[in-house]
């Protein structure tokens, strides 16, 4: 049996191995340098298409900006979709904490970006991509991403007075969450990405507090129509967490669907290399059409 230490390496490598891909255009949704999105037109003859919003991943960190998932973004585009490919403002570098890495996520910054964006996003749309229909809008999110993702699509059942809540469910065809961390309280117990779920809620002092408005977990049900698609063999964001989403989902009443791939970690997901890419692919345009 490969090493799955190992394994990882080697499919990180090569979904980060591709070249940046530029956009088609490139929008701000405010004034802060994070606040853009990338927008990809649909390489197809299709005079309307759906839209795909991506929310990039990275444990919410500093260092992993939306250029890693740019390559993801055009294979997406390749297949005819209209690509939204969201950037937003992530933890702060501290140099100087020794054995540290950077904070991950920043509370509120991360939430405002996400929820200002997502509720641009149909006049940016229009405005950039006049191909792109936002009335047939997907959001897909990678790892915190996908976090990002699950939240983006669950404002309307945020706690009464949340700053973020929608008095309405957002207009989107469905969410496909891709080995997203999807249940706080089970990505905190396996020690997810160096414990970032407790950094991106501000650390331990407002975790309990703030848990109620950031986890897709306790933010059930949704009624939107929802996939999550995982690696079985993911070292990253284990399929536990993953599982304890969905299963939080049934007995609030709701099916989510579930695609764990065989044989597949945490990269493969997002590398247009992969077939697992070709997977996620699949998954977006059965909802978007």
């Not at 004034?31 to 990338?38: A, G, I, R, S």
């Not at 990809?40 to 939306?66: C, I, N």
Request: proline share 10%; aromatic share 6%.
């Amino acid at each position: 049996m490969p090493d799955p230490v190992a394994r990882d390496a080697a499919e990180e490598a090569s979904a980060m191995s591709h070249p940046a891909v530029a956009p088609d255009v490139s929008v701000s949704y405010g004034e802060h340098p994070d606040q853009v999105v990338d927008f990809y037109a649909p390489r197809s003859g299709h005079a309307t298409v759906p839209l795909v919003v991506v929310l990039h991943g990275g444990a919410w960190r500093a260092p992993y900006d939306r250029r890693h998932v740019t390559p993801f973004a055009d294979f997406l585009a390749r297949r005819g979709l209209a690509v939204a490919n969201v950037e937003y403002r992530r933890g702060r570098e501290i140099p100087g904490q020794r054995g540290e890495g950077p904070v991950a996520g920043r509370w509120p910054e991360t939430f405002d970006d996400v929820a200002a964006a997502m509720d641009a996003l149909p006049d940016l749309a229009r405005q950039a991509l006049p191909q792109a229909d936002p009335r047939r809008t997907v959001v897909t999110g990678h790892s915190a991403g996908g976090h990002l993702a699950l939240w983006a699509a669950a404002r309307h059942v945020l706690p009464a007075g949340s700053p973020w809540r929608l008095a309405a469910p957002p207009p989107l065809r469905g969410v496909v969450a891709l080995a997203p961390i999807a249940d706080f309280g089970t990505a905190v117990e396996l020690g997810v990405c160096g414990g970032a779920v407790r950094q991106l809620l501000g650390g331990e002092a407002q975790y309990d507090e703030r848990v109620p408005h950031g986890d897709p977990a306790v933010l059930l049900p949704t009624g939107i129509a929802t996939v999550v698609v995982q690696g079985r063999t993911d070292v990253v964001v284990p399929p536990a967490v993953a599982e304890a989403f969905v299963d939080a989902a049934a007995k609030a009443g709701e099916t989510v669907g579930w695609t764990l791939l065989e044989e597949v970690g945490h990269f493969p997901l997002i590398d247009p290399a992969a077939d697992a890419c070709a997977v996620v692919a699949e998954e977006i345009a059965q909802l978007a059409w």
